[in-house]
């Protein structure tokens, strides 16, 4: 079956500008989770969400992060006033309740920002 | 906190010898833990997982791990290297329940001569 799925795949934006990186999760995948991968940091957690509860927020690194996920399904990660050090792969990844949190992850979003 | 330490950064073999890949954790309760692949400009391959039971796993591509609670460790192995294999590989703990983000060491990057 299709796996997850992320867009777009690469994005090259401004500083200051805003971007929006988006997540198709597997269908039937109540969990999705956002990772940030860059050279000086490694793999770093974002934002979760599961079903209808609220997202565990706790890894955004500032308030210029943010993210939604509608109809439990599709998310969107947004940047505002992208800044150098926003430049990394965004990784999302999504699992089934139950399924001993076994995540799947998706080909990443690599983000430069100039 | 949780953590996860890979202290091996760069590993090379020759193609058809054997290959061990060292994982350390710290965790507060019984972990799950999981190795995943990533080959260049790709996302995150799960390899193998283990939640409980069989301390010894197996997972796709010829890779097994062993469940060590006595040294905290959860060591990749595989018995003979294809060149295929060229990739970096991430040792990663997690939870089912509450915070379930997954952390993740900071990656071996396995080379394969031939």
């Known amino acids: 079956g299709a796996g997850v799925s992320q867009s777009p795949s690469n994005k090259v934006t401004e500083k200051g500008k805003d971007v929006e990186l988006r997540c198709d999760p597997i269908s039937g995948h109540t969990a999705l989770y956002w990772y940030r991968q860059s050279l000086g940091q490694g793999l770093e957690f974002l934002i979760y969400?599961?079903?209808?509860?609220?997202?565990?927020k706790s890894g955004l690194p500032s308030d210029r992060f943010s993210a939604e996920r509608t109809g439990g399904s599709v998310s969107t990660l947004t940047i505002q006033r992208t800044q150098q050090e926003d430049s990394a792969v965004y990784l999302c990844?999504?699992?089934?309740?139950?399924?001993?949190?076994?995540?799947?992850f998706g080909p990443g979003t690599r983000l430069t920002v100039t | 906190a949780q953590s996860v330490t890979q202290p091996d950064i760069h590993i090379t073999v020759s193609e058809g010898a054997s290959l061990e890949l060292r994982c350390n954790y710290s965790y507060g309760a019984t972990p799950y833990l999981f190795w995943y692949v990533q080959s260049p400009g790709q996302g995150l391959q799960l390899l193998l997982k283990?939640?409980?039971?069989?301390?010894l796993v197996q997972g796709i591509k010829g890779f097994e791990a062993e469940f060590k609670r006595s040294q905290s460790s959860f060591n990749l192995r595989k018995p003979s290297v294809h060149w295929s294999d060229a990739a970096e590989y991430f040792c990663?703990?997690?939870?089912?329940?509450?915070?379930?983000?997954?952390?993740f060491g900071s990656g071996t990057r396995l080379q394969v001569q031939p």
């Open positions: 990663a703990v997690g939870a089912d329940t509450g915070r379930r983000a997954l952390t």
């Open positions: 990844a999504s699992s089934r309740q139950g399924g001993g949190n076994e995540q799947y």
């Open positions: 283990y939640f409980s039971g069989d301390t």
């Open positions: 969400f599961q079903g209808n509860s609220a997202p565990d």
